[in-house]
């Protein structure tokens, strides 16, 4: 094999620059230095004057959480790959000869941010769906002690159980349309799925598609109460608020018309009595718009893979939050190609 030379390193970047880059056309597009303040403040490294090796630069540690998040990697993983993949390297601005930060440091990294409450800062400079989260194996009377939000006797003594434990994630139903059968049949009930994990509430502007605002809480948390709880943003750009029947209360209602929102919330069925034709063909309408955000959290599990593999709502939280901001800067790709092509 011959000896590698640089140019044979610059015609491969090319290369892959043709064959259509994505963390190239990132680099263009976002500018990454508006999420400086906020990482410099959350991070809070040394200014060297102790000595000792100097800190890597936080927006290319931020930098490596957008890379981590994109594929779904692990810390190990992500290591590995940086040093192996030249697209890498480039959109972090590294050379081969350059020191890569390894795992360890990148999961201090996300522990700061995540310590610090960093992420809707993050999320902000960047002008419901079901998270699996691994399961936990625990008895009966830990799980009681769990829903009363203490910690059972037995972890208390033991920090290393402890740490492994997710206290905050809950198992849920997840309801799902029964398939036809192979003989053409249709089951006379649908699915019901346990779901152990966490869910993400966002919601998303009907022009761009971008996520406004989010908020991450346990898989068995109501949906509508969120609604009440910042989901909705009056910057939007439109007054229209558009959702399905989970978030159909009273108290919303209320809510929705008090803050200045005009509520296009599908409308529930009546109990035990079938669907008025008048209503059904109104949420029909209303699925229209409604259903578009169901295309974020396709996109966030077809593209990215989302999963949470931390244990803990606040990891959890910024795991979620970093996987919105990463859909945003590729939603902000998708729509700057659109506009140049127009």
């Not at 930098?63 to 998040?69: A, D, R």
Request: charged share 30%; with cysteine.
């Amino acid at each position: 094999m011959k000896q590698t030379g640089f140019f044979d390193v610059e015609e491969r970047l090319a290369r892959l620059s043709g064959l259509g880059d994505q963390l190239e056309a990132f680099s263009r597009t976002v500018d990454f230095e508006v999420f400086r303040p906020d990482l410099e403040k959350a991070l809070a490294y040394s200014d060297g004057s102790k000595g000792g090796r100097p800190p890597f630069d936080p927006v290319l540690m931020f930098k490596i959480l957008v890379i981590q998040t994109l594929n779904n990697l692990s810390d190990e993983r992500t290591e590995y790959l940086i040093n192996d993949r030249l697209s890498f390297m480039r959109f972090l601005g590294l050379g081969l000869s350059d020191r890569v930060p390894d795992a360890k440091t990148v999961w201090l990294c996300q522990k700061r941010l995540t310590q610090a409450g960093a992420i809707d800062g993050l999320f902000n400079r960047f002008d419901a769906t079901l998270v699996a989260a691994p399961k936990q194996r625990n008895t009966n009377a830990e799980k009681a002690d769990l829903r009363k939000g203490r910690i059972p006797e037995d972890w208390q003594d033991k920090p290393a159980k402890l740490s492994h434990k997710d206290r905050h994630a809950r198992w849920t139903l997840k309801f799902t349309k029964a398939k036809r059968q192979d003989d053409g049949t249709m089951p006379s009930s649908d699915l019901a799925i346990p779901f152990f994990g966490y869910k993400s509430h966002v919601s998303i502007d009907r022009k761009y598609r971008f996520i406004r605002k989010w908020k991450t809480t346990h898989a068995a948390a109501s949906d509508g109460a969120r609604l009440r709880e910042g989901l909705l943003d009056k910057t939007n750009t439109a007054s229209s608020v558009w959702a399905d029947t989970a978030y159909r209360s009273k108290a919303n209602e209320d809510f929705m018309e008090k803050q200045g929102f005009v509520s296009k919330v599908h409308r529930k069925k009546p109990h035990l009595k079938p669907m008025p034709r008048h209503i059904q063909k109104s949420n029909a309408g209303k699925s229209i718009i409604r259903s578009r955000v169901e295309h974020v959290f396709a996109d966030q599990k077809s593209q990215t893979g989302l999963f949470v593999r931390t244990v803990g709502i606040s990891r959890a939280t910024m795991r979620i939050g970093l996987a919105n901001i990463v859909y945003n800067m590729r939603r902000f790709l998708f729509l700057e190609r659109l506009n140049a092509s127009a």
